[in-house]
Every structure is written in structure tokens, then in C-alpha cells.
């Protein structure tokens, strides 16, 4: 494929070609529905030949993310790919990469749960992705895409932040992301860092003690509780950075509009054509599309809330943003969720229908 | 005919007490004090027949913390 | 001859290995892991791979090996250390990765990962710590605990309607068509740990050379929650542990191979 023509594939297909353009150094994935064919597509691409990625499916999601961990610790940059159920597999290893400061991208294709659930597309993880997920106080960096060509940009991107600020980054789509078809264009090709540049550019990854420097130790253990204590207000400085510096959305339509829809991902899609089909009938609403759901835009939803007579929070779960806005808004216009749940996505006149029957 | 003559030193710091130097010797030159005490609290190995240590370091290759070092001296 | 002759005038013989730092070792008198530790600092120093080396550290009592060996370590969660060497190795391949493991993190928790980083061929080595309990915790029952043997979770002795029977893991590693070498060591007797050390650098030689990965089990002692002295300990690991760990090299394909 040449650089930047445009093409038709998966998002699953796109986050694979992504990662090779981008100079990932290595995946190491788990085959799981809806997003398998990231690893198929790695497999047959075979990077190994072209630009050295290491590709390896491993036994188990719980063996994938701790050979993130390995790969990350020594400052390469790596990744792995699951659905709802492997990522909660991942949950200790996404710990402690937090724990111990380590840049890596999980990409989740989202499908219906609790448990095994369904392979058909859903938002339920919001939760999990942006309130921690794993055990301790972290947060991931988590980007929504909300296209097929997002998801191919998004790659690096998550790779930029993570390696930023040293912190686990999670593309947070779903399964009909994942699954659909859409024109994209890749981006450009970048070569993999040389091992000179890793050494020279992550002076606290574990390389090697190459020219006879002081050992790297990675860990996320300390026992005494005041150097713990350190470690966790650094971490924490490092949020409120993140927080001030890297919130990214999208806006549709909110210049006159009197409600606001708030939706990510898959869902955004539907409510701009719920938006469209609501001002046909002259309801003036528009959209705020989250793009990063941590840091959430809790500016832009307060900037939102000031001018709006009420926010529709629509979400293929039960209203987990939800919370998050309402926390934003602190209790001044109503905010509602509108969802369906197991894997179905809603119709965009049952959103409207939604919007009418709540304000 | 050659002899060999042999010293340990121990890093009495670093020392635990543990005994396996002195059950290592097979020439019962160590053993652990009676009384005396490092800034732990332990026992700790010292030579009681410096005389008859002929440097085979048995008691340093089986200590657990790398606290003792071995010199030896032929003599012809 | 005095003993200051001696020290002034003679060769040093035996010293600290250069690779072990300082720092007192967190380990109960008479542990095996030092012993073990000193012999990989030594194998690491004397192959020249100081600067290239990626070691991994597991949880459980070796939790802190990285304090220890001036190398530099990733600290892996509980039994999944060879997930980490697998990437570490197969993203720098010029480098000597290896994990040093217990039997709770290697034989319990982590057995998917070990079977299957010692299936795939990394080029690794698993340094194995067997003393047939879990010592960090407090003493609990291992997959390695032998029957009759009385630990706090089962402090009656191990028996086989209750806990089943003590994993020979090593065996079932030499059994894959993954490793390269695999051998059972102790480092009870000046000849053992000399035997021990031979079969470090073995393994870490192969897996350097790309002969696929290597399991050195290190049978030892846990004299603190096995509740006897470090001697008494060794006598007992002697009379009881090797009857059913027996000793010695069960598989090395090194040899034949270029």
C-alpha cells in the first residue's frame, strides 16, 4: 500500500496497518471477537520481514499485556489489542505498567457484557477504562475513536501521549468500530526508533547497563509507606498535567443549540444523525463528542452547561458518562441518559424520541 | 614440600550467623561468637584455629550473603 | 606465617562477586537464594555481559533480587516473568534476559506463562527456586510441598485427598519440545553449588547461542518456614527433597546442536 492513499478497510484492519506505519516495535495479542483480526492482520502483513515489529500471539490475555509490560519496561514501543472480556484479564498487568510508569497503547474493541456476554458492540467499559479498572489510584490516557480513520490515527497518537507522560494509553472503540468497513487514509510510514535513539530517548528503561551506567530498576514496588506515598502524589502531578494539557473533542452544531447531546465513539456517529433528523423538525441540539474520556472534558461540559438548556447523554450501556457529566455539571440543567444494551445500537429517531420525552 | 596457608576475613556486618561456613570447614576454622554481637544482634563467624586454614574457601562459597574473602599463600 | 602475611602477600581466592552490591540481603541466615544470586552475579560478570543483561524478578521472597545484582531488572508480577523475558528477548535479541523465580511464582500462578515461554523457544533462561513453600507469605503450601510436609495451610502435612500431589514441573519442562536444557541443582555442598553454577552458565551460554530455552531448578532450602536451622535444613532437603527432586541434568540438547 503507498503512503497516504486512501483505501477501504476495518478498523480492526486499520489499527493493525496503523501500528506498522507508526513504529511500533512490537504487538502481543490474544484472538477475542470482536478484534481479532488486528493480530490476523499483523500475521499476514508481516512486519517482522519489513519493519522488524515483533508480532506474537500469546497463551492467554494475562501473558499478552505482562509481555507489554516486559517490552514496555524496556522502552520500546508496544501494544496489544482485546475485547471487554481479555481486558479484564489485562486489569493486573494495566496496573502495574501505571504502577511502575510504563508508555504502552491497549486497544479495547468493545462488546456487551457483564461476563461473557455478547460479541456484539457496547460501551459498558467506560467505567472500567476511565475509573481505573485494575487495583490503586491511575487512570490510563483513553482515546475514543469514532471512525475507521480514527482508529488509524489514533495509533499514534496513543503512543505519542503515552510515551509523553509515561502512562499506559487505551483506544477505547468498539466492536462496530472495530468490524465496519470505512474509506481510510494510513498514515505516513516511521521508522522504528534505532536502539541508540531508545537508550538515548527512555534513560529509565531497562536496556541494558550499556557504557557501564547505574542499573534501571523497573518497578511498581516500594514498602515503605512515605516513599510510596511520593511516588503516588508524582503519579498524581503527572494526572492533573495530562488533565490540564491533553483533553481533545469534537464539536457539532452547538453554536445556537438549546440542548446538547454527549456521546462517544460509535454512539457520536448516531447522534449526529439524530441531531440532523432533530433540527429537521426544528429542535436546535447539538453534539459534544469526547474525544479523550480521560482526561474527560469537564471544561467543555461546564462551558456546555451554561448554555444549554439540558445535556442527553447517550451510550450503548446502562449511563456510566453519565456520571461524569453530572459531575461536571454539579446539578445546574438536567442531564439524562438515553441507552440500549447487549449489543444493540439505537436507531437515531429512537434518540430523538428520547430527547423529546426527557426535556 | 608446599604448603598452603589460608586467612578469612568477615565482613562481620554482613554477616547473619547462619552457621553453614562453620559446618562447611572442613578444618573447624570458623565458628560463630558465643557472646559478641554485630550492629544486628547476631552471631557472627569468626576464625577460632587461624593456623590451620589452608585458603580452600569452602566457607565462602557456601555463604548465603558473600561476607567472607579468602586469601591464600603457597610456601615452599 | 601470619595472618597478615597471609592477607598481604597472598592471592584472594574467593571475594564477593563483583555484580552483588552492597546492600545487605533482606534474606532470613542461611537462604538459599543468596547462594544462588552470588552464582548468577558471578556467571553474568564472568561471561562479560554486565552491560547487556535484562533480568527479571518474580514475587515472592526474590521479590527484591533487583536490589542485589547491579543488573538492570524488571520486576514482573506474580508468575509472569516469563511473559516479560519472552518480549524482553524477542525486542533484543543481543541481550542475556533471564527471570529468577520461586516455585509458588513459576510452579502455581505462573505455570501458563513458564510452559508456554519454555514451549515457544524463547531464548531464555528460568533460574527456579525450589524450597516447596511459600516463604514471602509466611510459609504456605507450594505446588512443590511434599507429602506429609507440614506447612501453615496444611499444617497437618500435605496429603493427597486434600491438596493432591507435589508437581514435578521440571520434568514436564523437559518434556517440550521448546527447551533446550533443563537440570535440577542444589547448592548444599561446595560441589554442589560449583555444579550449580556450571549449569547457569550453560543455560545462559545457550540461550545466548539461540539453542531455544533453559530451566536451571535450583532444589533449596527454606529453613525459616520449613522451622530448622540452615544445617538441619540441608540435611532434611538432603534426605527428603532429593528422593522425589532428584538432581542432575534431565535434558540437554545443547550438546549436539551447532
Not at chain 1, 510515551?163 to 499506559?168: D, T
Not at chain 2, 578444618?27 to 593456623?51: I, P, Q
Not at chain 3, 506474580?78 to 527471570?99: C, I, N, Y
Not at chain 3, 533460574?127 to 516447596?132: G, S
Given at each position: 500500500m503507498a503512503d497516504q492513499e486512501v483505501t477501504l478497510m476495518k478498523g480492526n484492519e486499520a489499527i493493525a496497518h496503523a501500528a506498522i506505519r507508526c513504529g511500533c516495535d512490537g504487538y502481543f495479542g490474544y484472538p477475542i471477537t470482536p478484534q481479532s483480526e488486528v493480530l490476523e492482520t499483523l500475521a499476514a502483513q508481516k512486519p517482522w520481514e519489513t519493519t522488524g515489529m515483533v508480532v506474537l500471539q500469546a497463551e492467554s490475555e494475562v501473558a499478552s499485556i505482562n509481555m507489554v509490560y516486559g517490552g514496555a519496561a524496556s522502552g520500546k514501543k508496544v501494544m496489544t489489542s482485546s475485547s471487554s472480556p481479555g481486558i479484564s484479564l489485562m486489569q493486573e498487568g494495566i496496573s502495574y505498567m501505571a504502577g511502575a510508569e510504563l508508555p504502552a497503547l491497549i486497544v479495547n474493541v468493545m462488546r456487551g457484557g457483564p461476563g461473557l456476554g455478547?460479541?456484539?458492540?457496547?460501551?459498558?467499559?467506560?467505567?472500567?477504562?476511565?475509573?481505573?479498572?485494575?487495583?490503586?489510584?491511575?487512570?490510563?490516557?483513553?482515546?475514543?475513536?469514532?471512525?475507521?480513520?480514527?482508529?488509524?490515527?489514533?495509533?499514534?497518537?496513543?503512543?505519542?501521549?503515552?510515551?509523553?507522560?509515561?502512562?499506559?494509553?487505551?483506544?477505547?472503540?468498539?466492536?462496530?468500530?472495530?468490524?465496519?468497513?470505512?474509506?481510510?487514509?494510513?498514515?505516513?510510514?516511521k521508522p522504528r526508533r534505532t536502539e541508540e535513539q531508545i537508550i538515548k530517548e527512555c534513560p529509565w528503561a531497562t536496556t541494558g547497563r550499556i557504557g557501564g551506567r547505574k542499573p534501571n530498576i523497573i518497578t511498581s514496588l516500594e514498602l515503605r509507606s512515605e516513599e510510596m506515598e511520593i511516588i503516588n502524589n508524582n503519579i498524581q502531578k503527572k494526572y492533573r498535567e495530562c488533565e490540564e494539557k491533553e483533553v481533545r473533542f469534537e464539536e457539532y452544531l452547538l453554536d445556537d443549540a438549546e440542548y446538547a447531546i454527549m456521546a462517544f465513539g460509535s454512539a457520536a456517529r448516531v447522534a449526529k444523525k439524530s441531531i440532523d433528523n432533530a433540527r429537521a423538525e426544528g429542535i436546535k441540539v447539538g453534539l459534544l463528542r469526547p474525544i479523550t474520556l480521560w482526561p474527560f472534558p469537564t471544561k467543555e461540559v461546564q462551558r456546555l452547561a451554561s448554555?444549554?438548556?439540558?445535556?442527553?447523554?447517550?451510550?450503548?450501556?446502562?449511563?456510566?458518562?453519565?456520571?461524569?457529566?453530572?459531575?461536571?455539571?454539579?446539578?445546574?440543567?438536567?442531564?439524562?441518559?438515553?441507552?440500549?444494551?447487549?449489543?444493540?445500537?439505537?436507531?437515531?429517531?429512537?434518540?430523538?424520541?428520547?430527547?423529546?420525552?426527557?426535556? | 614440600m608446599a604448603k598452603m596457608y589460608g586467612a578469612t576475613v568477615v565482613n562481620v556486618e554482613r554477616c547473619k550467623g547462619c552457621?553453614?561456613?562453620?559446618?562447611?570447614?572442613?578444618?573447624?576454622?570458623?565458628?560463630?561468637?558465643?557472646?559478641?554481637?554485630?550492629?544486628?544482634?547476631?552471631?557472627?563467624?569468626?576464625?577460632?584455629?587461624?593456623?590451620?586454614?589452608?585458603?580452600?574457601?569452602?566457607?565462602?562459597?557456601?555463604c548465603p550473603d558473600g561476607c567472607i574473602t579468602v586469601y591464600r599463600l603457597k610456601s615452599e | 606465617m601470619t595472618r597478615e602475611e597471609i592477607i598481604e602477600k597472598g592471592q584472594v581466592v574467593y571475594k564477593k562477586p563483583t555484580l552483588l552490591n552492597d546492600v545487605p540481603m533482606h534474606y532470613c541466615p542461611g537462604c538459599s537464594h543468596g547462594v544462588v544470586h552470588k552464582l548468577v552475579a558471578d556467571v553474568i560478570d564472568e561471561m562479560g555481559m554486565t552491560e547487556k543483561t535484562i533480568a527479571i524478578s518474580p514475587v515472592g521472597c526474590a521479590v527484591f533480587a533487583y536490589?542485589?545484582?547491579?543488573?538492570?531488572?524488571?520486576?514482573?508480577?506474580?508468575?509472569?516473568?516469563?511473559?516479560?523475558?519472552?518480549?524482553?528477548?524477542?525486542?533484543?535479541?543481543?541481550?542475556?534476559?533471564?527471570?529468577?523465580?520461586?516455585?509458588?511464582?513459576?510452579?502455581?500462578?505462573?505455570t501458563a506463562e513458564t510452559i508456554h515461554a519454555l514451549?515457544?523457544?524463547?531464548?531464555?533462561?528460568?533460574?527456579?527456586?525450589?524450597?516447596?513453600?511459600?516463604?514471602?507469605?509466611?510459609?504456605?503450601?507450594a505446588p512443590t510441598t511434599l507429602l506429609g510436609m507440614k506447612t501453615a495451610t496444611c499444617p497437618y502435612g500435605r496429603e493427597v485427598s486434600l491438596h493432591g500431589y507435589p508437581l514435578h514441573i521440571t520434568e514436564l519442562a523437559a518434556q517440550l519440545d521448546g527447551t533446550c536444557y533443563v537440570t535440577r541443582q542444589a547448592v548444599h555442598t561446595v560441589a554442589a553449588i560449583n555444579r550449580t553454577k556450571k549449569a547457569i552458565r550453560k543455560a545462559f551460554e545457550y540461550s545466548m547461542q539461540g539453542k531455544g530455552s533453559n530451566l536451571v531448578e535450583v532444589v533449596s532450602t527454606c529453613n525459616s518456614g520449613w522451622k530448622m536451622s540452615p544445617e538441619k535444613a540441608n540435611k532434611w532437603m538432603e534426605e527428603n527433597m532429593f528422593a522425589y527432586y532428584h538432581l542432575g541434568d534431565l535434558k540437554d540438547n545443547g550438546i549436539d546442536s551447532k
Open positions: 455478547t460479541i456484539q458492540p457496547s460501551q459498558s467499559d467506560y467505567f472500567q477504562a476511565c475509573k481505573g479498572g485494575g487495583h490503586g489510584d491511575y487512570h490510563l490516557i483513553v482515546l475514543a475513536p469514532s471512525s475507521v480513520q480514527e482508529m488509524a490515527d489514533f495509533v499514534d497518537l496513543a503512543f505519542e501521549l503515552a510515551f509523553r507522560y509515561r502512562n499506559p494509553a487505551m483506544i477505547l472503540a468498539d466492536g462496530a468500530i472495530g468490524q465496519m468497513m470505512e474509506k481510510v487514509m494510513l498514515p505516513p510510514f448554555k444549554v438548556k439540558g445535556i442527553l447523554s447517550v451510550e450503548f450501556n446502562a449511563g456510566q458518562m453519565v456520571e461524569d457529566i453530572r459531575l461536571a455539571v454539579g446539578g445546574g440543567i438536567p442531564v439524562q441518559h438515553f441507552g440500549r444494551l447487549g449489543g444493540i445500537i439505537p436507531d437515531p429517531d429512537e434518540v430523538v424520541e428520547a430527547l423529546k420525552r426527557m426535556f | 552457621n553453614l561456613c562453620v559446618v562447611a570447614c572442613p578444618l573447624h576454622v570458623l565458628a560463630l561468637t558465643t557472646k559478641e554481637v554485630n550492629r544486628k544482634g547476631y552471631n557472627y563467624a569468626h576464625e577460632v584455629l587461624a593456623d590451620t586454614c589452608t585458603g580452600c574457601a569452602s566457607c565462602a562459597t557456601v | 536490589k542485589y545484582i547491579d543488573v538492570d531488572w524488571q520486576e514482573a508480577a506474580h508468575g509472569r516473568a516469563p511473559a516479560l523475558a519472552s518480549a524482553v528477548k524477542r525486542l533484543w535479541p543481543d541481550r542475556l534476559v533471564f527471570t529468577y523465580q520461586g516455585d509458588g511464582d513459576l510452579a502455581c500462578i505462573g514451549n515457544r523457544a524463547e531464548n531464555i533462561t528460568i533460574i527456579f527456586i525450589n524450597n516447596a513453600i511459600y516463604g514471602m507469605t509466611g510459609g504456605q503450601m
